[in-house]
C-alpha cells in the first residue's frame, strides 16, 4: 500500500537557472505502476519561484498550503492554501510564494512527459 | 484563468447506497479543456465514508484537512493532512473520516471514466 505522509517522499531540488529556491517530490507515478499521469508536490520557498515558462502538457494543481500568485498568461492572480489552478497545454505560467511560509502545492502531468 | 479556492467550486452530494455524508467537486478537467485526467475535491463528513469498492483505473489521492483511514486491500491505514496514497486499477478500497472535523482530499483520475 503506497499511502505516506508527503514530507516521507524523497525531495529533489529543481536544478534550473529560472527556478528560485523549489523542491519537488513524486507523490505518485509509474514507480507506483501508475499507467496514465503523475503526482507530484511542489515546495517552494519564500522568495521562490517556478520556471516563466510553457509546454505542451497540461497542470491540474492544488494549493495545499502557504500564500503566492501565480501568473497565467501575463495575468496574475493571488492563491493561498486550497486554491485549485488549471494550466492549459501551450499557455505561459509561473508560480511565486509570495508569503512568509513555504508554498506547497500538488502538480499533476501526464506520465511521458 | 481557472484559478479559485476549492470551496468556489459547485458542490455535488454523492448518491450511492454505499456512501456516507460524501461531496465530490471538480476542480479541473474536460469543462476546462484538459485532455487526460480530471482533478476532484472530496469532503467526507465525520463518521462518513467513500464506497467499498473498486474499478479499472487508478486513483491518486493527497489529503489536504482532515482525519481518516484507507483500506486497501484489506489493510487499514491511517492518513491525515499531507499525506498521500496511490490506488492502483482493480485494488478494492475505502476511504473513511475517523476525526471530527471533515476529511478534504484530492483524487485525480483518468477522463473517460
Given at each position: 500500500?503506497?499511502?505516506?505522509?508527503?514530507?516521507?517522499?524523497?525531495?529533489?531540488?529543481?536544478?534550473?537557472?529560472?527556478?528560485?529556491?523549489?523542491?519537488?517530490?513524486?507523490?505518485?507515478?509509474?514507480?507506483?505502476?501508475?499507467?496514465?499521469?503523475?503526482?507530484?508536490?511542489?515546495?517552494?520557498?519564500?522568495?521562490?519561484?517556478?520556471?516563466?515558462?510553457?509546454?505542451?502538457?497540461?497542470?491540474?494543481?492544488?494549493f495545499?498550503?502557504?500564500?503566492?500568485?501565480?501568473?497565467?498568461?501575463?495575468?496574475?492572480?493571488?492563491v493561498?492554501a486550497?486554491h485549485?489552478?488549471?494550466?492549459?497545454?501551450?499557455?505561459?505560467?509561473?508560480?511565486?510564494?509570495?508569503?512568509?511560509?513555504?508554498?506547497?502545492f500538488?502538480?499533476?502531468?501526464?506520465?511521458?512527459?
Amino acid at each position: 500500500m503506497h499511502v505516506l505522509p508527503y514530507k516521507d517522499v524523497p525531495e529533489n531540488k529543481v536544478e534550473r537557472d529560472d527556478v528560485k529556491d523549489v523542491t519537488m517530490r513524486v507523490a505518485a507515478g509509474p514507480d507506483q505502476g501508475a499507467p496514465n499521469f503523475t503526482m507530484r508536490v511542489f515546495t517552494v520557498r519564500p522568495g521562490g519561484h517556478t520556471p516563466h515558462h510553457h509546454h505542451p502538457y497540461e497542470h491540474e494543481i492544488f494549493f495545499h498550503a502557504g500564500r503566492g500568485e501565480v501568473e497565467y498568461e501575463g495575468e496574475v492572480r493571488p492563491v493561498s492554501a486550497g486554491h485549485v489552478a488549471y494550466v492549459a497545454p501551450d499557455a505561459v505560467h509561473q508560480i511565486r510564494n509570495t508569503g512568509s511560509e513555504d508554498l506547497v502545492f500538488i502538480c499533476v502531468v501526464p506520465n511521458g512527459i
